[in-house]
């Protein structure tokens, strides 16, 4: 009699356990394919340190054995070893360099000793600046990606590359829109414009754009980025990071953030500036299509460096919060490629400032009467 209760009792309890079990299981999968992909990474799976031991023996002195991580998808794979990622991005690196940095370093030694004439000339070194420590750190970026995307410079350098990388970019994208604030001064409140401290105003802006971006680049120095892949023999920098572990939650809502605060806003002041420039230019009476001229380029050049990578970026998120795929991160690296030729497009903006600023402007008034003040953009 004992013997039968006995095998009831266990005859109810097993299948009471193997559903919990499953439903645990069920929540696991469903927890882990509704986490957030961040749209400039791929999402990887940490493996557990009992089982990465005798794969990475070698580099036992430079990775932990925890710090790995397993692909989930065909399409990461494909890109970390396809074409694109491999010789297409450092070839357009290595351009953007070779033609970058000679010019950026001109600017510099042209305007460094123009800084008390023209007050422009502050905003512009600042964006030939940071154009330049951009296409610097391009250097590790081609070594990367040439070498099948394997990152051997240590996790530091990592960290201080992607944060170079993405804050130069802000910074630039800020530095763009504080002249177009200036020269839309220049032109549409030329009386502002002559009142204003120039010179203070322009420094005050450029440490508040250092400031800024370098204060909004911590975040992607306290996470680790750095992770070693044994699918692919390879350890890679921030392209695959582990987004269903808390300490990489907040990275979506911030970048979400950087964004809107670093890229949507300012362009939405740089179509503002010099869409009234051009207006306030064609209600004069004098010939201003030299000034029409220079603002549309300056503008085809923000938005061609720009737009693509905004987009996409876009097109992403809706794509992975709709869908939950990241299809869209090998595109998003190739438009990635048109932000750092601006670097080498900003330089013809100091061009036309050195152009614009040897003469004086003298604006007339929309009676056609010259109002007889010199005003340097």
């Known amino acids: 009699m004992r013997k039968s209760l006995l095998v009831l009792l266990i005859a109810l309890v097993l299948p009471t356990l193997s559903i919990q079990d499953k439903d645990k299981r069920r929540r696991d999968a469903k927890n882990s394919s509704s986490c957030p992909l961040d749209p400039r990474t791929f999402n990887g799976r940490r493996v557990s340190s009992s089982s990465n031991g005798h794969n990475c023996t070698g580099n036992a002195s430079h990775q932990p054995p925890e710090l790995e991580l397993e692909l989930q998808y065909q399409h990461a794979k494909d890109y970390l070893t396809g074409v694109v990622s491999t010789r297409l991005l450092p070839a357009a690196y290595l351009v953007a360099m070779v033609a970058g940095i000679p010019c950026n ?91 204003l401290p120039k010179r ?52 979506v809502p911030y970048r979400l953030g950087m964004i809107v605060v670093g890229m949507a806003l300012p362009a939405v002041v ?55 795929q990241d299809h869209f991160y090998a595109l998003f690296n190739v438009c990635l490629c048109l932000c750092c030729f601006h670097s080498c497009l900003d330089p013809i903006l100091s061009y036309i400032l050195s152009r614009t600023t040897n003469s004086s402007l003298h604006f007339v008034s929309f009676r056609k009467k010259p109002s007889g003040m010199p005003v340097f953009i």
Not at 292 to 309: K, N, W
């Open 200 to 251: 203070c105003c322009t420094l005050l802006a450029v440490m508040a754009i250092w400031l800024a971006c370098g204060a909004a680049m911590v975040p992607e120095l306290l996470v680790h980025h750095s992770y070693r892949l044994p699918q692919l023999g390879i350890t890679t920098c921030h392209d695959v990071l582990p987004y269903s572990e808390e300490p990489y939650a907040f990275l």
């Open 105 to 195: 370093m001109f600017i510099l030694a042209c305007l460094s000793g123009r800084t008390r004439t023209c007050s422009g000339a502050v905003l512009y070194l600042s964006l030939a600046a940071s154009d330049l420590l951009l296409l610097v750190t391009l250097a590790l970026r081609v070594h990367y990606h040439f070498h099948g995307n394997n990152w051997v410079f240590g996790e530091a350098a990592c960290r201080i590359v992607t944060a170079c990388f993405y804050g130069n970019v802000y910074c630039s994208v800020l530095a763009l829109a504080c002249i177009s604030i200036m020269r839309y001064l220049a032109v549409a409140r030329p009386f502002l414009y002559k009142a």
């Open 270 to 324: 740089i179509a503002f500036a010099y869409a009234s420039i051009v207006h306030h230019l064609g209600r004069s009476s004098c010939d201003w299509s030299l000034y029409v001229r220079a603002s549309t380029i300056i503008f085809i050049i923000f938005v061609l460096s720009f737009a693509p990578s905004a987009v996409v970026h876009l097109l992403h998120y809706v794509k992975l919060y709709t869908a939950q």
